[in-house]
């Protein structure tokens, strides 16, 4: 069977060539699911990778990039709140 014109070993090469400027750009291909065809199912393609490794937390409704971002601000905003607090019990 031939091989399809863009799957040859010089395409291979280039998309694994630059996936070190995808990590870097904040795309990572680890999200991509190489098993589903894009002509079929383009999200799946897309996202398949993180789909298949994304777990929600019970006590969100929902996941995704600004939720780490929600909780990770809630933390600093505790530990500012937190040290305000020390400091003004700490003062005569």
């Known amino acids: 069977m031939p091989k ?11 998309a694994t060539d630059l996936s070190h ?13 190489p098993t589903a065809d894009p002509r079929q199912d383009f999200y799946r393609f ?5 789909l298949d490794q994304a777990v929600i937390p019970d006590e969100d409704a929902q996941v995704g990039g600004f ?4 909780h990770l ?12 607090a020390d400091q003004s019990a700490d003062e005569p």
């Open 4 to 14: 399809h014109p863009h799957h040859d070993d010089k395409h291979s090469r280039h």
């Open 21 to 33: 400027h995808t990590e870097r750009l904040g795309f990572s291909i680890d999200n991509l699911d």
């Open 46 to 50: 897309a996202a398949g990778g993180w």
């Open 67 to 70: 939720i780490g971002l929600f």
């Open 73 to 84: 601000l809630n933390e600093q905003i505790l530990s500012l709140l937190q040290d305000a």
